[in-house]
């Protein structure tokens, strides 16, 4: 299984971007997702995550109500839509698949699977 990442840019404070993140394989329907990401000198951090069917979705605090994590699975795509970003958002954005099932989905070790990164930096 590998996994792409795209999207990332510069953008200033407020405005919009969308990451995707497209996955090898043909059982990506299978695969419960997620976004972390990195900012500069801090830990790796979980942003959000959806299940298989995309029924079922969670968000780290701080992006709630600015975030919204989908996925098209005849695409093989997993998307993040970040709105009214903030300066603080910038950081290395990757995604992360498994296909088990976790109760702690926050963390990074539960994901077996990680594509390469994209950076989204935010301007104040």
């Known amino acids: 299984v590998q996994l792409q990442a795209s999207g990332g840019g510069l953008v200033q404070a407020g405005g919009s971007l969308r990451l995707s993140c497209v996955v090898s394989g043909r059982t990506f329907s299978s695969y419960y997702m997620a976004w972390f990401r990195q900012r500069p000198g801090k830990e790796r951090e979980f942003v959000a995550h959806i299940t298989p069917s995309g029924a079922f979705r969670y968000y780290e605090d701080s992006v709630k109500g600015r975030f919204t994590i989908s996925r098209d699975n005849a695409k093989n795509t997993v998307y993040l839509q970040m709105n009214s970003l903030k300066p603080e958002d910038t950081a290395v954005y990757s995604c992360?698949?498994?296909?088990?099932?976790?109760?702690?989905?926050?963390?990074?070790?539960?994901?077996?699977?990680w594509g390469q990164g994209t950076l989204v930096t935010v301007s104040s």
């Open positions: 992360a698949a498994d296909r088990r099932y976790s109760t702690d989905y926050r963390e990074g070790d539960n994901y077996g699977y």
